[in-house]
């Protein structure tokens, strides 16, 4: 008998010994990859797309069992929901569809503004300045909020803009006391994860009930529903 058989064969049992312990790590790294990094499309599993199935349900866009896997189901109810923002169809929740969902981490203007509070106080201010206009309409009167807690001329908080003397007519014709809408806190929340329609306006007003001529004279960013946003 060879002597050197029983050599080569405990280097054949070390080297397969290795061999299975590589496949073990690489087959654990890459679920934890994809766990932690799944831009959500189909294939995809995971938290992030448990939290966009969720919020897809919740919106009326998708019927199924929230399971965290990317199915063809999830993909056609994204579509279906980024057709209604007006965004890409494509069935891919990269980072606009998420913050459209609500699903990004919450940012505004370089300020941490996502309290209950917050939201609360936006919604209402939502809901009594823009009751009746389309959803994109009330994101950005939202926004407008949000980016005057940036500006120089006015409070840098949310609170202090709100309850700044004649800054909001809901303030003195009673409707900021009114139930709040629930539409209201979806838009709120958009707003506060960063979506701002308005391109970056401090002002909006309505033109078929403005009557201050300064108010008309600022620099329209854009009109959206029965509202005008300026700079």
């Known amino acids: ?9 405990r280097i054949w049992q070390i080297v397969i010994i290795i061999l299975l312990n590589l496949l073990v790590i ?3 790294n890459t679920g934890a990859k994809s766990e932690a990094s799944a831009l959500s499309k189909i294939g995809s599993r995971g938290t992030e797309v448990k939290q966009v199935q969720t919020k897809l349900k919740s919106l009326g866009f998708y019927r199924y069992t929230v399971d965290g896997i990317y199915g063809v189901s999830t993909s056609a109810a994204v579509k279906r929901f980024q057709k209604s923002r007006g965004i890409t169809a ?9 913050l459209y969902l609500g699903v990004a981490k919450t940012k505004t203007a370089g300020k941490s503004t996502s309290s209950k509070s917050n939201l609360n106080l936006l919604a209402r201010v939502v809901s009594a300045e823009s009751r009746g206009e389309p959803y ?3 994101v950005a009167v939202a926004a407008v909020i949000l980016n005057r807690t940036s500006h120089p001329s006015f409070p840098d908080t949310v609170a202090g803009v709100v309850y700044q003397p004649g800054a909001f007519t ?6 900021f006391n009114v139930a709040i809408d629930s539409g209201a806190y979806k838009a709120a ?6 979506w701002d329609p308005s391109g970056g306006a401090i002002y909006y007003y309505n033109p078929k ?14 009109t959206i529903g029965g509202h005008v946003f300026c700079k």
């Open 1 to 9: 008998m060879n002597k050197s058989f029983p050599l080569l064969k």
């Open 26 to 28: 690489a087959f654990f």
């Open 90 to 98: 494509d069935g891919v929740s990269g980072s606009k569809t998420l």
């Open 136 to 138: 994109k309409g009330q």
């Open 170 to 175: 809901c303030m003195t014709d009673g409707q």
């Open 189 to 194: 929340q958009a707003a506060l994860n960063g």
């Open 209 to 222: 009930t403005a009557v201050n001529n300064w108010i008309r004279s600022r620099p329209v960013i854009v």
